[in-house]
């Protein structure tokens, strides 16, 4: 049974900075491409970045490219995300998910994912 389990979200004042995980479980982790995702009150599922399983390369949203890194530990089996220079429209629950793809188009769609996780919350004060 394949589990992606987030951690690491909570209430932090704009400009501050979080670190996500996600966990995983119950797949061979080096060999799937990561992603996450975010969904803000009242709107659709948006891609925030990924990392590629075949060659490591990392894909970020043009919004938050020079702010959040992406990262895998694939000896721990561990996803992360760096998020710096929080903005209060950074409010978002925050999915970590898994994927056979690894070219680059593909990526930012979610359909492309096969395992998710089940989300934590990331809320910027102003």
């Known amino acids: 049974q394949v589990q992606l389990v987030e951690s690491g979200g909570g209430l932090v004042q704009a400009g501050g900075s979080l670190r996500l995980s996600c966990a995983a479980s119950g797949l061979t982790f080096s060999t799937y491409s990561m992603g996450w995702f975010r969904q803000a009150p009242g709107k659709e599922r948006e891609f925030v970045a990924a990392i590629s399983w075949i060659d490591g390369r990392t894909h970020y949203a043009d919004s938050v490219k020079g702010l959040f890194t992406i990262s895998r530990d694939n000896a721990k089996n561990v996803l992360y995300l760096q998020i710096d220079s929080l903005k209060p429209e950074d409010t978002a629950v925050y999915y970590c998910?898994?994927?056979?793809?690894?070219?680059?188009?593909?990526?930012?769609?979610?359909?492309?994912?096969?395992?998710w996780g089940q989300g934590t919350q990331v809320t910027v004060s102003s």
């Open positions: 998910a898994a994927s056979k793809a690894y070219y680059r188009d593909h990526l930012p769609n979610p359909t492309n994912y096969n395992y």
